[in-house]
């Protein structure tokens, strides 16, 4: 796909006028977030961004090992994706040529990213932030009812948080490492060579998760590991969305999802609640986790005619988001079960 990477002038205007005109857009504000922290890639859109000329810059990355080498050439470019570059581009010129440029809104921040059908959900820096506070009330709130009925019961769910933190601590720096001398050995990957890699990290990561779970699981006084999940993803969509508000939607909307869940459980009244969240956390893990996953992966790849654009331990982020997704879906998965 052709991916927005970067941006400049007033957000929201901006990210409204890209996807009410472009027919096959593909836009998440996580991607504009990390390349405006990292001070952006050294492209042609420097000029233009440093002037603060408003603008899109966008690029695909699949099969990036042959970027700036002697094996770059027509045959390794997809004629799909000029296709889609071309024709959102065509249609954002025809869109902007009929707009006074100079009547911008006042720059406001956006969270944006695309679902299904070339759909762009955004909403504000604010309503982010909103958002994961409504969160962080409804944790508190699943806490302390939890506390009542057992007394021990914020220090299990604190347990399990700590156990999914240290698991994802431990993958990413593990994947990092392990990724960036795979790279090195094999530094011109195909395209489907590289998901290979990717499936069997992911695998054996989620593979060795439900193991630790049932081991620690067993103890009446153990980790409470959805309450811990839920935990770690409603601090993630705090943080972010205070720090980094256009990566927060990738912990917000499963939080939301996942600590509504958390809520529903303890009563029998709310079977067909439970339900329906049970098929939203899982939709949400995926909707929002699996494109991030492949774009962080893909930001990961080597690139031997451009070292400098590779970010090679940044594939231990991708394993292990995609980790903290089936986390969160199999912890609601096994007290789903439980429940029914």
Not at 196 to 215: F, G, T
Request: charge should be negative.
């Amino acid at each position: 796909p052709s991916l927005l990477v970067e941006m400049s002038g007033s957000e929201r205007w901006m990210i409204d006028l890209l996807a009410d005109s472009a027919p096959s857009p593909a836009t998440f504000s996580f991607v504009t977030e990390i390349t405006g922290l990292l001070g952006g890639f050294g492209t042609d859109f420097d000029p233009f961004n440093d002037r603060n000329v408003a603008g899109w810059s966008f690029a695909y990355s699949h099969g990036g090992s042959v970027y700036h080498t002697e094996r770059d050439s027509l045959s390794s470019v997809s004629s799909r994706s000029i296709d889609q570059q071309g024709s959102n581009t065509l249609a954002q010129a025809r869109t902007a040529g009929m707009l006074d440029l100079l009547a911008q809104e006042e720059d406001e921040g956006a969270v944006f990213f695309t679902v299904a059908g070339g759909r762009v959900v955004r909403y504000s820096d604010a309503f982010a932030v909103a958002i994961s506070l409504i969160c962080l009330a409804a944790l508190v709130m699943g806490i302390v009812r939890r506390s009542r009925h057992s007394p021990g019961a914020f220090g299990r769910t604190i347990k399990g948080a700590g156990l999914v933190a240290g698991f994802f601590l431990v993958v990413s720096l593990a994947v990092g490492v392990l990724w960036t001398l795979v790279a090195g050995l094999r530094s011109t990957q195909g395209i489907w060579e590289g998901y290979v890699y990717l499936l069997v990290l992911v695998a054996l990561v989620c593979s060795a998760w439900p193991a630790i779970k049932n081991r620690v699981g067993r103890s009446p006084n153990g980790p409470d590991l959805l309450g811990g999940s839920i935990f770690v993803w409603v601090t993630l969509a705090l943080v972010t969305s205070i720090l980094a508000p256009g990566a927060s939607y990738l912990f917000t909307w499963p939080a939301l999802f996942g600590v509504a869940f958390w809520l529903a459980l303890p009563t029998e009244r709310s079977a067909l609640a439970e339900d329906l969240l049970f098929v939203a956390v899982v939709g949400a893990a995926l909707i929002i986790n699996v494109p991030a996953v492949d774009i962080f992966f893909q930001m990961a790849q080597p690139r031997p005619g451009n070292p400098d654009s590779q970010l090679l331990p940044v594939a231990g982020i991708a394993v292990g988001l995609g980790f903290l997704g089936f986390s969160l879906a199999h912890s609601v998965g096994s007290d789903h079960s439980r429940t029914e």
